[in-house]
């Protein structure tokens, strides 16, 4: 366990700001934020931003990641820009969860023999004419954005062909969507996320699949929201600055529905608890340097304490600044539970993924969220936990990041193109490279029939 600048588990305090971000809890949002920079992990905050982004909004508010963008390249971390986009993200009212919905309809999809959508004939491109069967389907389909089409085929595509093809449309689309365009190209490079292949593929075609009335929609910041600091919020972040360092800053406790399957306590049972790494704190220099060591913060004090290895002399210095009022094993319980406590599942209770994924998905509603217009998908809780219920048990069990699991997913899909096109290589993609006629429509059903090259 990590404790941040105020004793808070450094793991818990992010997934408390992601929490509320996702909740719209902007007051709460804005106190996590800070004790991330105060403990000297503005990075971590970053990560956290543009992933709810990300997987809460995809690319239903683009004039927000390229503010976001925009910051970050600039190599210059502005705390108020930070606080700002914090403020900003959490009016956003509208969700599209496509990005993560798409891994799960993608799981749907690479079980069929036929293609998920159709494919109207149109006037294919000569420049990438030279190109397989496979490839024409991917490049027809995303002339057509039809995204899930594209993800489909994909195995059978090579990466350079992808990229020629995404860098041939550019030149249609509007100069700021070949900047987000890009930036989701290069997102593990100027982010510190490390999202797989699939991932950042799937990113690129949603930028590019979005229908041209869309852009204008995603580009302009809505009227309520305006890229300030409100009022209130910032005399509330000068209030919790004077109180650094002192018990009285540990105003909030952590929310624990934000805790499941995502922290140590998220995966323990009521009848444990996390008391005994506060209170250790202070009582020998182990104990205290065991409980700091990975906080940014209390890493560069110690070594300020302690400039020629560890002393008693250097260890009561680092006492003297950590604790001005008392060590923590003298706080009272409310205070200690501001930031440890109890487990929040049942003793020998199974992980579901479908309650690890309520935080992320559109649970108010079975309709979707603006993403059946766009990419012809249900991006609701409910049908993804159907994808979820079937894959359950080949799912990993313990602690779950976004990340993990879309790495998880994306393997599973690779592999199931891969069993799935095994089987018809000779029966039917030799057929296209033959350019002869298709009988057999189930195997990949009508749309194949309209490559205008074949």
């Given at each position: 366990?990590?404790?941040?600048?105020?004793?808070?588990?450094?793991?818990?305090?992010?997934?408390?700001?992601?929490?509320?971000?996702?909740?719209?809890?902007?007051?709460?949002?804005?106190?996590?934020?800070?004790?991330?920079?105060?403990?000297?992990?503005?990075?971590?905050?970053?990560?956290?931003?543009?992933?709810?982004?990300?997987?809460?909004?995809?690319?239903?508010?683009?004039?927000?990641?390229?503010?976001?963008?925009?910051?970050?390249?600039?190599?210059?971390?502005?705390?108020?820009?930070?606080?700002?986009?914090?403020?900003?993200?959490?009016?956003?009212?509208?969700?599209?969860?496509?990005?993560?919905?798409?891994?799960?309809?993608?799981?749907?999809?690479?079980?069929?023999?036929?293609?998920?959508?159709?494919?109207?004939?149109?006037?294919?491109?000569?420049?990438?004419?030279?190109?397989?069967?496979?490839?024409?389907?991917?490049?027809?389909?995303?002339?057509?954005?039809?995204?899930?089409?594209?993800?489909?085929?994909?195995?059978?595509?090579?990466?350079?062909?992808?990229?020629?093809?995404?860098?041939?449309?550019?030149?249609?689309?509007?100069?700021?969507?070949?900047?987000?365009?890009?930036?989701?190209?290069?997102?593990?490079?100027?982010?510190?996320?490390?999202?797989?292949?699939?991932?950042?593929?799937?990113?690129?075609?949603?930028?590019?699949?979005?229908?041209?009335?869309?852009?204008?929609?995603?580009?302009?910041?809505?009227?309520?929201?305006?890229?300030?600091?409100?009022?209130h919020i910032y005399k509330?972040?000068?209030?919790?600055?004077?109180?650094?360092?002192?018990?009285?800053?540990?105003?909030?406790?952590?929310?624990?529905?934000?805790?499941?399957?995502?922290?140590?306590?998220?995966m323990m049972s009521y009848?444990?608890?996390?008391?005994?790494?506060?209170?250790?704190?202070?009582?020998?220099?182990?104990?205290?340097?065991?409980?700091?060591?990975?906080?940014?913060?209390?890493?560069?004090?110690?070594?300020?304490?302690?400039?020629?290895?560890?002393?008693?002399?250097?260890?009561?210095?680092?006492?003297?600044?950590?604790?001005?009022?008392?060590?923590?094993?003298?706080?009272?319980?409310?205070?200690?539970?501001?930031?440890?406590?109890?487990?929040?599942?049942?003793?020998?209770?199974?992980?579901?993924?479908?309650?690890?994924?309520?935080?992320?998905?559109?649970?108010?509603?079975?309709?979707?969220?603006?993403?059946?217009?766009?990419?012809?998908?249900?991006?609701?809780?409910?049908?993804?936990?159907?994808?979820?219920?079937?894959f359950d048990p080949i799912?990993?069990?313990?602690?779950?990041?976004?990340?993990?699991?879309?790495?998880?997913?994306?393997?599973?899909?690779?592999?199931?193109?891969?069993?799935?096109?095994?089987?018809?290589?000779?029966?039917?993609?030799?057929?296209?490279?033959?350019?002869?006629?298709?009988?057999?429509?189930?195997?990949?059903?009508?749309?194949?029939?309209?490559?205008?090259?074949?």
């Open positions: 366990m990590t404790l941040t600048r105020h004793f808070y588990d450094l793991q818990e305090v992010h997934v408390a700001y992601e929490f509320c971000l996702i909740n719209h809890r902007t007051q709460e949002a804005c106190f996590w934020l800070l004790e991330l920079i105060d403990s000297g992990e503005p990075f971590g905050a970053i990560n956290i931003l543009i992933e709810v982004y990300l997987i809460r909004y995809g690319t239903a508010n683009l004039w927000w990641l390229i503010e976001a963008y925009k910051m970050i390249i600039s190599n210059n971390i502005d705390t108020e820009i930070l606080f700002i986009l914090t403020v900003s993200l959490c009016k956003i009212q509208e969700p599209d969860t496509s990005f993560l919905s798409l891994h799960f309809t993608s799981l749907r999809d690479m079980k069929s023999t036929k293609p998920p959508e159709g494919l109207p004939k149109s006037v294919f491109p000569s420049e990438l004419a030279k190109w397989s069967s496979p490839e024409k389907f991917f490049a027809r389909s995303l002339f057509e954005r039809k995204i899930r089409n594209c993800l489909w085929i994909l195995s059978k595509c090579s990466p350079v062909f992808v990229n020629d093809t995404i860098n041939f449309l550019k030149s249609s689309l509007p100069s700021t969507i070949v900047l987000m365009l890009n930036a989701m190209k290069t997102l593990n490079s100027w982010t510190w996320l490390h999202y797989n292949d699939f991932s950042i593929i799937t990113l690129t075609l949603m930028m590019i699949c979005l229908r041209p009335e869309d852009y204008s929609k995603s580009l302009t910041m809505p009227p309520s929201i305006t890229m300030s600091l409100p009022s509330s972040i000068i209030e919790w600055e004077q109180l650094t360092g002192l018990r009285t800053r540990r105003i909030y406790e952590i929310p624990r529905d934000s805790l499941y399957m995502k922290t140590d306590r998220g009848l444990q608890d996390t008391f005994g790494n506060l209170k250790t704190l202070g009582s020998s220099i182990d104990n205290t340097y065991m409980g700091i060591y990975n906080c940014t913060f209390w890493k560069e004090l110690w070594a300020k304490c302690n400039p020629h290895g560890t002393t008693d002399e250097g260890y009561d210095a680092f006492c003297e600044f950590a604790f001005p009022n008392d060590i923590p094993d003298e706080w009272s319980l409310e205070d200690q539970k501001k930031s440890h406590g109890q487990g929040v599942t049942n003793p020998g209770e199974r992980f579901y993924w479908r309650r690890w994924l309520r935080s992320y998905m559109n649970t108010h509603s079975m309709e979707s969220s603006g993403a059946e217009k766009k990419y012809h998908i249900q991006d609701n809780h409910y049908m993804v936990s159907q994808e979820v219920e079937v799912l990993p069990k313990g602690y779950m990041t976004i990340q993990y699991l879309l790495q998880h997913l994306s393997e599973i899909i690779y592999n199931g193109q891969i069993k799935l096109f095994s089987r018809l290589d000779d029966s039917f993609l030799g057929k296209l490279e033959n350019k002869q006629d298709i009988k057999n429509e189930i195997i990949l059903g009508n749309a194949m029939n309209k490559l205008s090259l074949l």
